[in-house]
């Protein structure tokens, strides 16, 4: 059997980032629900490594109550100081504290746009962008600048780009990688 090429990044002996690798990352999303999660996520990924956020998905899952929208818009100060306290999870004051805004501002944006889906895939008219080797771009730019003229935190235009190849807007699969074919 030949072993499957995938893109230089993808840790082969961590089980979680090949799974992650080959099921999730570049493939379109259009569930707000798990458009929201990978919001979330990457915004705790700021100054860390995608890998260590990846590990710490399921503590996550646990902590922000499986990503439910509507009560992660609802945390008081209470569930802010439990959260800081849950070993599972990155607990950094500010990203959590984010988390919960940010939250506020998804729940936002699907009412002015009927979705999240909509709000986000409409900066490519609904297709997918396909480019690799970098880490920004005109459109993260754009999407970023938008985000926090709204008043989201740690959505700089760098983890945009992250959250927009996970979530398969930008496609980013390297040329060589088994990925690449099946998505293009």
Request: proline residues 2%; neutral net charge.
């Amino acid at each position: 059997m030949t072993e499957k090429i995938r893109c230089s990044w993808a840790n082969p002996k961590n089980p979680l980032y090949i799974r992650y690798h080959d099921e999730e990352w570049g493939v379109p999303v259009h569930d707000d629900h798990k458009l929201f999660e990978m919001l979330i996520l990457e915004s705790f990924q700021a100054g860390l490594s995608w890998e260590c956020i990846l590990n710490k998905r399921e503590a996550f899952r646990q902590a922000f109550d499986n990503f439910d929208l509507e009560k992660v818009c609802d945390y008081v100060q209470e569930k802010l100081e439990r959260l800081m306290q849950e070993p599972g999870i990155v607990r950094n004051k500010l990203k959590i504290r984010a988390a919960v805004n940010n939250a506020r501002i998804f729940r936002t944006i699907q009412q002015e746009w009927g979705s999240f889906d909509r709000y986000l895939w409409h900066w490519t008219e609904g297709n997918t962008v396909y480019e690799t080797g970098k880490v920004s771009s005109e459109l993260s730019d754009a999407v970023s600048r938008d985000l926090k003229r709204r008043g989201m935190k740690f959505v700089g235009t760098v983890i945009i780009y992250s959250y927009l190849q996970a979530v398969g807007v930008i496609n980013s699969h390297e040329e060589t990688c088994f990925c690449r074919r099946i998505r293009s």
